[in-house]
Structure formats: C-alpha cells, structure tokens
C-alpha cells in the first residue's frame, strides 16, 4: 500500500535560519504530491503540489519543494523562516488511486 | 475564506452515547467527501468515503455500524459515532476534493476533537 515517510516529527529553528522537511512516498507508478500546512488553530491547506513538468515547484509563502523521482522524494524547504512558519506541515502522495499522508512534522520558529 | 465547514469543532460525551459531526460543502456541491481520524502524532488515516445519494465506501479495519456516514445531499456529509467509547477518542476531519478527480487537491474543515470519558 501506499505510505509517505516523514521524519524528524519536532523540528526547532530560529528566525531566519533556512528549512528543509523529508518526504518520502512509496508508490512506484505515476504519483502526484502535495505538501499541506495546519497553522495553529486552522485548518489543514494547500501549501503546494506537483502533478507533472518542472520537479521545482513553488508555492505560497516563499516554500518550495523538490521531486526527485529516483529518490522518491518530494522534500519542502524555505531559505528564510519566520516566525509565522510556526506550523504542523503533511507531505501527501496520491498513486494508484489512493491518497496517504506522512505523520506530520511540527516546525517551531522561535522568534 | 473557509470552503469547509464542520461541527463541532468539539466534544466531550459519555461512554455508550452516540456522537454527530457536520460536514458542510461551502462554496460547491460535492458529490464525494472524505472522513480522515488521527491520532496524535500520527497521519491522517482515511477512514471513508462519503458518496452523495450511495453507501459511503470504508476502509478496511473501519466498522460500518460504528461509524454511520450520511451523505443526503451535495452540501452534507455526516459522521456518527455510535455507542462512543474512550478508544473513538480521537480527531476527526472531514474533506472535500478541490476538483472532480480523485487527485485533486483537498479542501479541509477544521476537524471536531471527541472525547469520550
């Protein structure tokens, strides 16, 4: 079955400082990829995604995040944290019909 | 603006006693919903699917009787939790895809926290 691989669940960083949060999925065939973002007390939204063209894909608020198909892995970054990156972050694979989410890494930035 | 809206945001029941959450469709009809539970520290685990006018698709290791799904109309989805126990404890989110595939990006309500003491 499908699984998405998260790891460093708690991860602690000053203003500034740059992010970058694994994700692995298992899914060999075609697979689109989402990274979600829960703010505290909202929500779970869309950060970005990536279904075809250029690996490099950007989303909202400065972060991006790279598919590299040989590695299984579509990992998220920001050069630059603030403060209000204080969040719980899911990676998201859908392949095969199915949709599987990591557990969630909860990125403090301290300000 | 919000295109989930689900209810309770929380709730604290009894062991035995029987639980309903919302799930609206703000901004569209949605033909297919999704109920995700997790745990903490866990992913999102899809427990069903939620098909307007059919029987809600579950998931394997998911009870049926337990978790009653309703699905009446292109706005709402319910969940009831039936005969709650301390191990239903949990958090449960509902969602509704941002498209008419399966692949589309989801659109969540902001999840209903039930405790069962």
């Known amino acids: 079955a499908q699984s998405v691989s998260q790891h460093n669940h708690h991860v602690i960083l000053s203003e500034a400082a740059s992010l970058e949060l694994g994700c692995n999925y298992s899914?060999?065939?075609?697979?689109?990829l989402f990274w979600y973002v829960q703010y505290p007390g909202q929500h779970l939204q869309l950060l970005l995604k990536?279904?075809?063209?250029?690996?490099l894909v950007k989303g909202i608020k400065g972060f991006e995040a790279e598919f590299i198909k040989s590695k299984f892995s579509f990992n998220l970054r920001k050069p630059s944290v603030q403060w209000s990156d204080t969040a719980e972050y899911f990676c998201?694979?859908?392949?095969?019909?199915?949709?599987?989410f990591g557990k969630g890494n909860q990125v403090v930035v301290i300000p | 603006g919000a295109v989930v809206s689900q209810h309770p945001s929380w709730v604290i029941c009894k062991s035995g006693t029987s639980v309903k959450i919302e799930c609206r469709s703000l901004?569209?009809?949605?033909?297919?919903m999704f109920w995700y539970r997790q745990f903490p520290k866990q992913s999102l685990m899809l427990m069903a699917t939620?098909?307007?006018?059919?029987?809600?698709?579950?998931e394997q290791g998911v009870e049926k009787d337990k978790f009653l799904i309703n699905h009446a109309s292109l706005t709402l989805s319910t969940l009831t939790v039936t005969s709650a126990h301390p191990e239903d404890s949990s958090f449960y989110i509902c969602?509704?895809?941002?498209?008419?595939?399966?692949?589309?990006?989801?659109?969540f309500g902001n999840g209903t926290r039930l405790t069962v003491t």
């Open positions: 899914y060999g065939g075609t697979v689109n």
């Open positions: 990536y279904f075809s063209g250029d690996p």
């Open positions: 901004d569209f009809q949605a033909t297919t």
């Open positions: 969602s509704i895809p941002g498209g008419s595939s399966y692949n589309s990006p989801l659109h």
């Open positions: 939620s098909n307007e006018g059919s029987k809600a698709t579950y």
């Open positions: 998201a694979a859908f392949g095969n019909n199915r949709l599987a």
